[in-house]
């Protein structure tokens, strides 16, 4: 892979956005809606999946009925997005995004939060212009990235010299590392997100414990 036309897809709950107490905070209150006790983060992230629904299986013993499904998706985005205005960008994050950009590079940001709600989130932090493409979920929230990465590599390779061969995403979670595989692209996995290292390490592909040995792996791939 040609150093000069990588291509990195970024994700961003976890990854680029430092959320991590504000997904916990929502998480426990959306628990709390249907009586369930707290959950403490290093259980969060040992026990991290998607779909959520079977994240929420996990820590239930059964799978949240329908109905629980709803109060609890509904509530923790309705804590979440109060506690979001609180949750800086993770260190470093700012300064890679402007030198990858600076150095004539391209990227991407691919997120699983709705896509209405990123793209003025995601220009509220003003970093918008550092990306050639923004991309949030469309459609109903708890599935998998996979799909997502599909449409959002499709609409990079109309743009030009982007394809998935040379792309490296760099997020938070296993199933950031599932999306890449199923378009043909590389991951590396970042540990200051959702997932425990070693639940991130079991996927084989490289783990990192900082943003800048994250791109600096990219590139290296």
């Not at 079977?54 to 109060?82: C, I, K, N, Q």
């Not at 800048?212 to 792996?217: N, Q």
Request: hydrophobic fraction near 40%.
């Amino acid at each position: 892979m040609g150093k000069q036309n990588t291509h990195l897809v970024w994700d961003w709950n976890g990854t680029i956005l430092d959320d991590i107490d504000a997904v916990i905070g929502a998480t426990n209150a959306a628990f709390a809606e249907i009586g369930l006790e707290p959950i403490t983060l290093d259980r969060y992230r040992e026990l991290y999946c998607v779909p959520i629904p079977r994240f929420y299986e996990r820590m239930m013993g059964r799978l949240p009925s329908d109905a629980e499904w709803l109060v609890m998706d509904e509530a923790f985005h309705r804590h979440y997005t109060e506690r979001r205005v609180h949750c800086g960008l993770t260190a470093g994050a700012e300064e890679l995004l402007e030198e990858w950009r600076r150095a004539g590079r391209s990227q991407s940001l691919l997120s699983m939060y709705g896509h209405e709600e990123l793209v003025p989130t995601v220009r509220g932090y003003g970093i918008e212009r550092h990306f050639v493409r923004v991309d949030g979920r469309t459609g109903p929230s708890g599935g998998s990235k996979a799909v997502h990465m599909e449409r959002h590599l499709i609409a990079l390779a109309d743009t030009g010299a982007i394809s998935a061969e040379h792309t490296v995403v760099i997020g938070d979670a296993v199933d950031d590392a599932v999306a890449a595989a199923h378009v043909g692209a590389r991951a590396v996995l970042y540990t200051g997100g959702t997932n425990s290292r070693a639940s991130l390490e079991a996927v084989g592909v490289p783990v990192v414990d900082t943003l800048a040995e994250a791109v600096a792996t990219a590139q290296s791939l």
